[in-house]
């Protein structure tokens, strides 16, 4: 174990908490993943979290850990340190940051999951080395973070960066957020499982027919990658107007952002060049060519450790900055 | 006249030129405004921007003026100083800064238009005190320019702000910027005297029918403001629509980029209620609740000032970093 400043990162969400021991650099020394269990209420889940913290503790030398980060679906206040709601999770008002400096005697940061896996990969992944990007993450809904001259961007609510909720088609489905027309209810995986249900409804063919009656609940966007991967016209079908729109979407970011880079990561994501070639062939349809020529539209490369790596990024930064 | 460090901001616009000479609180000591006459060719225009600047400079003391700033329609590149393309004035590849450094032995800086008002409004106008801004002109275009984190946001080629050529109607309208569906494509001054157009060719009847066969020529946006105060059913209906789908496009910019005030300028913004109404009302069906909770939408401050305003203030800050 290398000796010197190391972090502890958790990201904490709906299912699962993952917690790495790391340094500035980005090397993991141990690194851990335990269930949420949510339903047993914030006080457990609070408890496992410090369990969890303690046991990557011991993997450390004493006095070497510098901080401890957490990052969580929000809203909620980096400033404060408060968890102000998160639907999943129906935590609400939760000074998570002065409970856990009191339970640790560390310093402690928040901050919104999409802000931390967007810091994760600019410092540590795909965005490494420029200093405008923008991340988004896309699975069950669409989240992310961005970066403007080095900075993530944060606005007066510490509630910038809700890529997902742009609105780009005008009374379109209806979108988790309640609004409709969001690119989150044209693209996310829930949407897309969505429209093949509907479409499935209609009698359209598919491979996907398996998927009728009381089996429909288990259809997820993996099955229609399977089937499209197969050649079948239905999900190709659905895949590609899904892409069509966040392609434009993207275009839409890089108009008003000009990034250097666009990363992509999440469950959908991998899905790889089913989405990426039309995503990247619709971005011209919104962005200007100067902007979208060379820009490189990449996928993550830190998967599930980009919030946790971040919160180790963001910690380092604050710790330096005194 | 006060004595002090002094500054002279340029706005080179298409069919105007206007400058100012003023300290680094924006107080103008002298201005004036010439006819561009771009018919006239580069050499003639920078001739008179030249003889402008001489001028202004009369003014001041010797000495007192620290530099020059430039603001002009885009794309042009803020670090070389070089504008590479305006559409509007033919300009290509001029090395404006060179050359103005040349003539004045003075410190120039250039800027993108949108940034310069943008700047503008925040140093001295609706956006004083706040450190994320987004500001929008509606004019003949739409376009504007972003600050966040206290800093104009610039991106890879400093293209960043373009606010108007977000596509929030994927095949809509064709826009000027060739691609369809922007929000220029439907709420700026162009596009909504193209839709009474097409609505009064279908014989829709409207107190703008005068503006028919050969008078179709002389309609502006100003005539259709004019009908919708006297309640005409066709222009009402058609500034309906166009605010309608400008507040969705803030309302995406708000949850992009949480600002704590957006300021709305141009020509288009003088028609006060009848667009900020149907805007602010417009924004909630995108932007998050707690986003638009007490965020002011307000009209610009600086009306024709804010672009040499603007360059007054970066100049400022620019000779103060040294």
Chains 1, 2 share one sequence.
Request: net charge neutral; glycine share 14%; with cysteine.
């Amino acid at each position: 174990m290398g000796f010197g400043a190391k972090y502890i990162g958790i990201d904490l969400g709906g299912t699962k908490i993952a917690g790495i021991l790391a340094d500035a650099g980005g090397n993991i020394f141990c690194q851990d993943k335990i269930p949420t269990k949510k339903e047993e209420g914030k006080e457990r889940v609070l408890a496992r979290i410090y369990s969890l913290i303690r046991q990557l503790m011991k993997e450390a030398e004493p006095g070497e850990v510098k901080g401890i980060g957490l990052c969580s679906p929000g809203p909620l206040n980096v400033k404060t340190g408060v968890i102000i709601e998160t639907p999943n999770l129906k935590w609400e008002n939760t000074p998570v940051v002065a409970l856990m400096e009191r339970e640790f005697t560390l310093p402690v940061i928040l901050e919104n999951d999409g802000n931390a896996a967007a810091f994760g990969e600019y410092r540590y992944g795909a965005a490494r080395g420029t200093s405008d990007m923008i991340y988004m993450t896309v699975s069950t809904g669409i989240g992310g973070g961005i970066i403007a001259n080095g900075k993530l961007v944060y606005g007066r609510d510490y509630s910038a960066g809700e890529v997902g909720h742009v609105v780009i088609l005008p009374g379109g489905p209806v979108c988790s957020c309640g609004r409709r027309g969001c690119i989150e209810s044209l693209a996310s995986g829930t949407s897309i499982v969505r429209e093949v249900k509907n479409r499935l409804a209609k009698g359209e063919k598919s491979l996907l027919q398996e998927f009728g009656g009381e089996n429909l609940n288990r259809l997820t966007a993996k099955e229609v990658e399977a089937a499209a991967v197969q050649g079948d016209c239905l999900a190709l079908s659905v895949l590609e107007k899904a892409f069509y729109y966040l392609g434009i979407a993207v275009g839409n970011l890089v108009n008003i952002l000009n990034p250097e880079v666009v990363v992509i990561g999440g469950g959908v994501s991998k899905m790889g060049p089913l989405l990426f070639e039309p995503v990247q062939k619709a971005i011209g349809l919104s962005a200007f060519p100067h902007m979208c020529r060379d820009l490189p539209v990449v996928p993550a490369q830190l998967g599930g450790e980009a919030g946790t790596k971040g919160m180790v990024a963001l910690l380092h930064r604050k710790v330096q900055k005194g």
